[in-house]
């Protein structure tokens, strides 16, 4: 169950991605939070704007805790993210030994989305988190915020279709 200080976690997270959309990228943005509630650090996703296909803001946010943090710390910390961890970010997760990931949306749930709007499939397979790393506690999706972040993914489509809303 996602508590209310972790909703408000989420809901950065969904803040972050339309962050990312505003500047051309995909809309998906991640927050990495302590044991004791502080947040760490947070990303947007850079693939876009940077030329890196491989800039998701759960693989920095992993980069960043191996860097910044004991593997206690990371434990103890959880990864909050608007979209389930690709295959990529959560074998970093892993790797790195981060705790919790929670998460709005999943990545079936984006898949469906894009067959149900005729865009092509992602080129990675939408596995699940624990089918990579079955080792990490994860929740998700959170009803709540998943009407926000699939509006986001509409929208970055109408951008790319070079349709729909431009805010």
């Not at 997270?13 to 044991?35: H, K, M, N, Q, T």
């Not at 759960?58 to 909050?80: C, G, I, K, P």
């Not at 092509?120 to 397979?125: G, H, K, N």
Request: aromatic share 4%; hydrophobic share 45%.
């Amino acid at each position: 169950m996602v508590s209310a200080a972790e909703m408000a976690h989420l809901r950065r997270c969904v803040e972050l991605a339309a962050e990312a959309l505003a500047a051309g990228d995909a809309p998906f943005g991640s927050v990495l939070v302590a044991g004791d509630g502080t947040v760490l650090a947070e990303d947007r996703n850079r693939v876009n704007s940077s030329g890196d296909p491989t800039r998701h803001p759960e693989l920095e946010l992993a980069r960043w805790a191996a860097a910044n943090m004991t593997s206690e710390e990371r434990a103890a910390a959880t990864v909050f993210t608007s979209g389930e961890h690709c295959p990529m970010c959560a074998a970093a997760h892993a790797w790195v030994g981060l705790g919790r990931i929670v998460y709005v949306t999943s990545s079936q749930q984006l898949a469906e989305w894009r067959a149900e709007w005729g865009d092509p499939a992602s080129p990675v397979r939408p596995i699940p988190i624990n089918d990579i790393a079955p080792n990490v506690m994860v929740e998700g999706p959170v009803p709540q915020l998943v009407q926000q972040v699939r509006d986001l993914h509409l929208q970055a489509r109408g951008r790319a279709h070079g349709t729909g809303n431009r805010a």
